[in-house]
């Protein structure tokens, strides 16, 4: 009969034999669960740390979930005959209860944990939907084909003791691969942000892209709506109030798309935006005024007018009662008429151009209306994030709305895989600028909350997330990913894919460790209370 060393060393063996690279320090015999505390504490890039538990017969598995004040623990029963595995144990609601995963399954879960702990922390506002430890690689590049806003997918890889990041590169059919080792040895975040940075093509733009986003809900309600196109034969300088009892008196006229339309809908729309036709005489000044109340520091501008391929300007008809005619604006001109209305040097200003070509995803970009744009605003020390679409958009009136919110759509506005964003940011002390362009192909809405953007994901979720309480309600919920932690723990191995063959090794995952139904139940261990961080 072995002892306790010996079961120690041999279970030792086991998850080295699972993750080869695992440093020696994670197994502590001596440890109590204070020292395994304070020793994943000093080293967060640790996944867990084996040591002696409190319990007689038992070892113990002490880790940290990445929000987690309190370390969990799974208790490991060494076998007491030859004929015995080691099983496993964890706290519930009414007590202790077996827990009925292989050791492989347990530390693939606790690594994969830590590996993206670690991607979080350099991209903080990624979605948790790029983590996916049970998909195989035809499953992650089907995933990441029907959800183009995803950049990649972490996943189990088929060779044993790595992670594998997949993704598509602009000119790669199948998927690119990168292997990630399950044990990142106190080097996680500088060899994961290495990795996103050398072979994701849009990683910085995804990861600016999130950012915006985050910022963009606690923007404030600053909001105007610039049209070069006259509404009808008003010279419009509406506030948000008149822009309402516009629409009410003229319902059926502005429903359908038409001159001004587009802009009058997306100022309804937002609800707190005046609209104001970009004019160089006759209601200049009291446009101005108007604008004034609402242009500011990361508010948001809608400007609305024609365009094509190659332009220099944004035309509009000027319309009045005695002629009509077509007028350009360029971007000197826009932006001297948003600094009129207060905008200053230091600031930042989201725009979105309402204008058909606004961007360009081919040849020569910084010749598009968009960068031209972002140049001159530039000069005058203002930063922006213009939305601007490389293909034609889709005028639309106030019939556009729906729900009190507008859907930009193949139909309405801009395509989502149109939409461009180029992100300028201004240095203080030099004046100088740099642009990056990015394409995140979600849909815009336009709501009294100002612009909302939707992945395609989180609409495939929502629609599986109703049908499925239709068919059971105790099925879980939308795609793969909106898995429990234990859900995903419990995952068995992924599928082998003959196509990854070429980039790294099959490995057979190992039998799952056979319970003893007879075993005596442990009793309530101070190993499996929790304890604050």
Known sequence: MRDKTEHFNGLKTKIKGIVPKIPDAVFQEGFDRSKAEKYLKKHPDTPFVLRESAQEGYFCITYFFSNSKASSNVLVKYPTSDQEEFTFWEQSQTGMRQINKSLEVIVQARCFEKVK?????????????????????????KFLTDNPSIPFVVRQAS???????????SDSTPSKNVLIPYSLKGRGNHFLEKVLKDHLPNFVGYQRWEQFKKDNESAPDLRAVLSLQSLDMEKAAFTPDQVESYIETNAENVTNPGDG??????????QTAPFVVVRSQGNRTEASRVLSRHIGNN?????????????EEISGNYVTDEFSEQISRGPAEIVSFAKEAGLKKGSHITIVLSICYGAKSEGSTDSSFAH??????????????????????????????????????????????SVNVLFTDVDPTTSKSTTLVYKPNEAIQVTANGLVFRSPVVQIKSQQASETVTINKQASTGSPSSQTQSQVAAASAPVKNSTEQEQVRFFTPKKSAQTDENSPTPSADPDLTNTKR
Not at 384 to 413: C, L, P, W, Y
């Open 299 to 311: 508010g948001l501008l809608v400007i609305t007018g024609h365009s094509s391929p190659d332009t």
């Open 372 to 417: 031209k744009l972002a140049k001159e605003f530039a000069k005058s020390g203002i930063s922006t994030t213009i939305i601007a679409s490389d293909k034609a958009v889709m005028r639309f009136g106030t019939g556009a709305i729906r729900e009190q919110q507008i859907e930009f759509s193949n139909k309405v506005g801009m395509d989502p895989d």
């Open 159 to 169: 060779q044993q003791g790595y992670f594998c990041l997949t993704y598509f590169s």
């Open 261 to 270: 339309h587009t802009g009058l809908a997306i100022a309804s729309a937002l």
């Open 117 to 141: 702990e670690n991607l979080l922390r350099i991209i903080p506002e990624a979605s948790g939907e790029v983590f996916h430890l049970d998909y195989d690689r035809t499953t992650a590049e």
